[in-house]
């Protein structure tokens, strides 16, 4: 089975600092995919990012990047220089075979 | 494309009424899926479909049914709704089977059952 944890269940920042959102997974599949969405206030869910299990190489995108590290089981979130728009929940999800399952979520706070 | 529509936005029931809550995607997915929204556990999946006629269990299908007759359509029925099923519901579909696809999802159903 597949578990996602999300240890940080909300965070608030200041405008423009960086702030980094942890995701562990616990997996037995050795092909499985990693996901990112964010959820915010409006309620949809967007997709931010897809990783599979046989690719370990950061990812930047802007001010978000994404470090995945096979051997801790974790695919975490940085957003650099924070702004307000940035404020939402976030979700991490491990998707094999025909199950997507999130973890709990973080809510992130950007203050103004 | 409309993408991934779902009706009603809000709805309210009382206990042991049924309802039908209706997802329907325009962009030719196999699969498609129901997912619940509890705060903090994240989002929960209930059922999902391979394509037309094909439906399977997820993580929390009871109270829960689920049919498939077209490839645009996947219905989600409470047969008798408890207040356990308060809860944001979230119809979502991918490409195919693959893993490698993301889902697209739609706005939501918020349910409240007094």
């Known amino acids: 089975a597949q578990k996602v944890t999300q240890a940080q269940t909300e965070i608030s920042v200041v405008e423009k600092e960086d702030v980094t959102l942890d995701c562990v997974y616990e997996t037995r599949d050795t092909t499985y995919y990693l996901f990112w969405y964010k959820q915010p206030p409006s309620g949809e869910l967007v997709f931010l990012i897809r990783r599979n299990s046989f690719d370990e190489q950061n990812e930047i995108s802007g001010r978000y990047s994404w470090n995945f590290q096979k051997s801790t089981s974790s695919f975490n979130f940085t957003i650099t220089a924070s702004q307000v728009v940035d404020s939402a929940v976030y979700f991490c999800a491990n998707n094999a075979g025909n199950m997507l399952t999130f973890g709990g979520g973080t809510r992130l706070m950007v203050k103004p | 494309n409309a993408g991934v529509t779902q009706t009603p936005k809000f709805q309210v029931l009382k206990t042991g009424q049924s309802m039908t809550l209706q997802c329907a995607q325009d962009m030719n997915h196999e699969y498609m899926s129901w997912y619940r929204q509890d705060p903090g556990m994240g989002l929960r999946l209930i059922h999902y479909s391979v394509g037309a006629g094909i439906t399977d269990q997820g993580e929390v299908p009871n109270g829960y049914n689920v049919s498939r007759s077209t490839t645009e359509d996947f219905p989600l029925r409470l047969l008798s709704a408890a207040p356990s099923q308060t809860s944001v519901y979230f119809c979502?579909?991918?490409?195919?089977?693959?893993?490698?696809?993301?889902?697209?999802f739609g706005p939501g159903t918020r349910l409240t059952v007094l």
């Open positions: 979502a579909s991918r490409l195919d089977t693959s893993s490698y696809n993301e889902q697209f």
